[in-house]
C-alpha cells in the first residue's frame, strides 16, 4: 500500500479518535489490513472496512458515519459537538454543589464547620454544605463501599462437608490405580448479586448530583465488573466506564463529560424504558439488586411511570428507591411520579445526609 | 474454498439460504481473509446464529457451536477425560493380568490411561481439531470475565497443549464468530482483535426474500404481508420487536393454518408466534399493523 493511503488512513483514525470512539493502535493496524484485502475502488468497500475494524459498540456507528462523511466529503471535521459544553456543564455542576458560591470567601463559616462534630456532619443534608464539609463529606463518601449479598451460585468449590464431588472422587481412585478412595465432596459457591445504580441528573436533583455519584464512583470502583451506573435526564447514559476511573475527581469529570443532559429536564418513564429496553431485560437488571435514585418529578404520565416501574420490580431481584426529599421532616410521597412507583419498590430510602447513605449501603447489603 | 470478494461471498451465502447485506458479506469476507475473529451485535433474532451456520455451509466448512453461560470453565469449553472409562479400562487390564497370572506394567498402564480415545473434546478443542471450521461463541456476554481471557489466548495460539498428551495445534485456525446481547460489556482487549458488525433488521424487500427462500412453498403474497405487518411492529416500540427468526415462525405457523394471505384474524390467533409478551400482543392488536397503508 502507498504510504500516501496510510497516512490518510491514519488521519481518519485520528479524526475518529478525537470524536470519541476508541479506535486505538491495533484497531488502526486492522483498518489499514482490511484496505488492504479489499480492492478499495468503491467507496463502500472503504466505509465497511473502517467500521469493522475501528467501531466497538453500537454508540460508535453514528460517530463513525458523520467522521466518514465530513473527513472523505473533504469538508474539516467538526469538532465533536459535545464535548466543550459538557465540561462547562460538570464545572457548573461542582460550583453549585455548594450554594454560598465560593466558600473560601466566608472565613467565618468555614471555622465554625471545622468545629463541627463529625457526627453533625453525618446528618447535615448534602444539599446545603459549605465547601469546607463538601469536602469532608466527598473523603468519607468514598470510604463507602456498597456490595450486594451473595446468592447461591451455580458453581462449586471443594469442602469438607456437603455433597459428593463425583469428578474428584473417580480422580482419587484413579490415582490408586481404581482402588476405592475416600470420597471427595464440595459445595455451591455462592455469587455475589449485580448492583445497577441508576441516577436522575435533572435540575431538581442537582444539589444531591455531586455526591450521589460519589457514591456511585465508590461502588464501582469497589466491584467494577458487578456494578453498572447510568444516570435518567432526558436520555439514558451509560457512565459505568467513566467511574472505573480511579480518582474520583477524575472519574467525575469523565461521567460530566459523558453526559449530555445534566440539569436538563426528567423524563424518568422513557429513560427508565430505555433503560429496561437496551440493558435491563438483556440480563444486567436481571436477578441485580437496583438502586433508582430520584425525587420522583415527571412530567410525564405517571401510568407510564408504573408500568415501567412494574417491569423492572419484575427483573429485578430487589428495587431500592432512594429520595433525598425523603429524609425531611413532613415529607410525603406526593408528587405523581413517586406515587405511581411507590408499590413496586422493596425499600423507600433517604439518602440525603451521609448518614442516610450510610443507611442505603446496609439496605444494598441486605439479600 | 474463499470466495475473492464479498460480493461473491454474498452470492455463496445466498446458494445456502442466507442473504446477507453488504456490511455483513464484507464483514465475513474480511474475516476470512484476514483471519480475524468477529464479533456481532444486535437485536435477538436478527440472525447472528444463522449467519454462523450459513458461512460455514458456504465455505464447506465444519461447524461448532459453543453456547456461553455464567460459570463456563476449561472442562465445558476445551476438553475433559472421561474418568469413569479410564477405571473401566484400568479394571479390565487388571482382570485379564491376573487371569493370565502376571503383573501389569503399571508404566505402560498409565500411560495407555491418557490416550486420546479417553479425551472428551468439547467445543473449542473440536473447532482445534476440525479443519476447515466455522466456530460460534454464542452469546460470550453470558460468560465470566476469565473465560474471556481464557478465549483470548486460544484463539490468539489456535492450538492448546494438554499436559499428558502435548500440545494440539489448527491446520487452520477455525473462522471465530462471537455473539453477544450486550448484558454486560464485553472486555476491550478481545474486541480490539476483532472484526465488529452491528447487524440491523432486515429491509422490507430483503425480509421478504429471507421468507420466501426460507418457506418456498408460501405464497409470495403472504412473505410480503407478513413482511410488512413485521416491519410496521418494530416500529410500535414494543418490549421485544420481531427479528427474522419470529417473522419466519409467523409465516409457516399462518401457512399451516392455509392462509395465503394475511387474515386478520389468523393473524391475531398467531401472534404468540411473533411476540412473546401479553403487552407487546394488546399493543399490536389495537395497532393492526397488517393492515397496510
Redesign the interface.
Known amino acids: 500500500m502507498s504510504s500516501d493511503l496510510t497516512s490518510v488512513l491514519v488521519g481518519f483514525a485520528r479524526t475518529l479518535r478525537n470524536a470519541g470512539v476508541h479506535a486505538t493502535g491495533e484497531r488502526v493496524e486492522a483498518m489499514v489490513a482490511a484496505v488492504d484485502a479489499l480492492d478499495v475502488s468503491r467507496p463502500q468497500d472503504a466505509y465497511w472496512a473502517g467500521r469493522l475494524t475501528l467501531c466497538g459498540e453500537p454508540d460508535d456507528l453514528p460517530v463513525y458515519d458523520a467522521a466518514f462523511a465530513a473527513y472523505f466529503g473533504g469538508r474539516a471535521p467538526s469538532p465533536p459537538a459535545a464535548s466543550v459544553p459538557a465540561k462547562r456543564r460538570a464545572v457548573a455542576l461542582f460550583a453549585q454543589a455548594d450554594p454560598n458560591g465560593s466558600g473560601g470567601e466566608q472565613a467565618g463559616d468555614d471555622l465554625a464547620v471545622a468545629a463541627s462534630t463529625a457526627e453533625v456532619l453525618r446528618h447535615r443534608d448534602l444539599g446545603v454544605l459549605s465547601a469546607a464539609e463538601r469536602d469532608e463529606v466527598r473523603r468519607l463518601v468514598a470510604l463507602l463501599a456498597p456490595a450486594t449479598a451473595a446468592r447461591p451460585g451455580r458453581r462449586h468449590r471443594p469442602a469438607r462437608g456437603g455433597t459428593v464431588d463425583p469428578p474428584r472422587t473417580v480422580r482419587r481412585m484413579l490415582r490408586q490405580l481404581g482402588e476405592p478412595a475416600r470420597l471427595a465432596r464440595r459445595e455451591r459457591r455462592d455469587k455475589p448479586r449485580r448492583l445497577v445504580l441508576l441516577l436522575d441528573v435533572s435540575g431538581s436533583m442537582a444539589p444531591y448530583a455531586d455526591a450521589l455519584l460519589r457514591f456511585s464512583h465508590a461502588a464501582v470502583r469497589r466491584r467494577p465488573t458487578l456494578t453498572e451506573a447510568f444516570t435518567l435526564g432526558t436520555r439514558l447514559t451509560r457512565v459505568t466506564r467513566a467511574l472505573r476511573h480511579r480518582d474520583p475527581d477524575g472519574a467525575l469529570r469523565a461521567a460530566g463529560e459523558a453526559i449530555p443532559d445534566w440539569h436538563g429536564g426528567t423524563r424518568l418513564a422513557d429513560s427508565l424504558k430505555a433503560f429496561l429496553d437496551r440493558w435491563g431485560q438483556r440480563g444486567t437488571a436481571r436477578g441485580a439488586v437496583v438502586v433508582l435514585f430520584s425525587d420522583g418529578w415527571e412530567r410525564g404520565d405517571p401510568a407510564l411511570l408504573a408500568a415501567q416501574m412494574a417491569r423492572l420490580s419484575r427483573l429485578a431481584h430487589r428495587v431500592v428507591w432512594v429520595n433525598p426529599h425523603r429524609g425531611k421532616p413532613g415529607y410525603e410521597p406526593l408528587v405523581a411520579g413517586m406515587a405511581a412507583a411507590l408499590p413496586y419498590l422493596d425499600d423507600f430510602v433517604a439518602g440525603h445526609s451521609l448518614a442516610a447513605l450510610e443507611e442505603l449501603v446496609r439496605v444494598i447489603s441486605r439479600s | 474454498m474463499i470466495p475473492a470478494?464479498?460480493a461473491a461471498l454474498a452470492e455463496a451465502l445466498a446458494g445456502v439460504g442466507y442473504l446477507a447485506d453488504?456490511?455483513l458479506a464484507?464483514?465475513g469476507?474480511?474475516a476470512l481473509?484476514?483471519g480475524?475473529p468477529l464479533f456481532l451485535?444486535g437485536d435477538a433474532g436478527v440472525g447472528k446464529t444463522a449467519f454462523a451456520q450459513a458461512l460455514a455451509s458456504a465455505t464447506g466448512a465444519h461447524f461448532v457451536r459453543l453456547q456461553c453461560y455464567?460459570?463456563l470453565?476449561a472442562a465445558q469449553a476445551l476438553y475433559d477425560w472421561d474418568?469413569?472409562r479410564?477405571?473401566l479400562h484400568?479394571?479390565t487390564v487388571?482382570a485379564a493380568a491376573a487371569a493370565a497370572g502376571d503383573r501389569p506394567d503399571?508404566a505402560a498402564?498409565e500411560a495407555s490411561?491418557y490416550d486420546r480415545r479417553f479425551l472428551i473434546a468439547r467445543p473449542l478443542l473440536q473447532a482445534l481439531e476440525l479443519s476447515p471450521c466455522v466456530l460460534l461463541v454464542d452469546e460470550i456476554?453470558?460468560a465470566d470475565?476469565e473465560f474471556e481471557a481464557f478465549l483470548l489466548e486460544i484463539l490468539a495460539d489456535a492450538a492448546i497443549t494438554i499436559p499428558e498428551l502435548g500440545r494440539i495445534a489448527a491446520t487452520t485456525p477455525p473462522l471465530t464468530v462471537l455473539t453477544s446481547?450486550?448484558?454486560?460489556?464485553v472486555h476491550?482487549a478481545l474486541?480490539?482483535?476483532c472484526?465488529?458488525?452491528?447487524v440491523e433488521h432486515p429491509s422490507f424487500a430483503q425480509e421478504v426474500a429471507i421468507i420466501r427462500s426460507r418457506l418456498p412453498e408460501v405464497t409470495e403474497r403472504l412473505a410480503a404481508d407478513v413482511a410488512g405487518a413485521v416491519q410496521r411492529m418494530r416500529q410500535l416500540d414494543l418490549?421485544?420487536a420481531p427479528g427474522v427468526a419470529e417473522a419466519i415462525d409467523w409465516t409457516s405457523a399462518l401457512a399451516a393454518l392455509g392462509a395465503r394471505e394475511i387474515d386478520p384474524d389468523l393473524a391475531a390467533a398467531t401472534l404468540g408466534a411473533v411476540l412473546k409478551y401479553r403487552?407487546d400482543a394488546e399493543r399490536v392488536k389495537t395497532a393492526q399493523p397488517w393492515r397496510s397503508g
Open positions: 470478494t464479498p453488504d456490511g464484507t464483514a469476507h474480511l481473509k484476514l480475524r451485535e455464567e460459570g470453565d474418568f469413569p479410564q477405571i484400568l479394571r487388571e503399571t498402564l490411561l456476554d453470558r470475565d446481547n450486550r448484558t454486560r460489556e476491550d474486541k480490539r482483535r472484526l465488529y458488525h452491528w418490549i421485544k403487552e
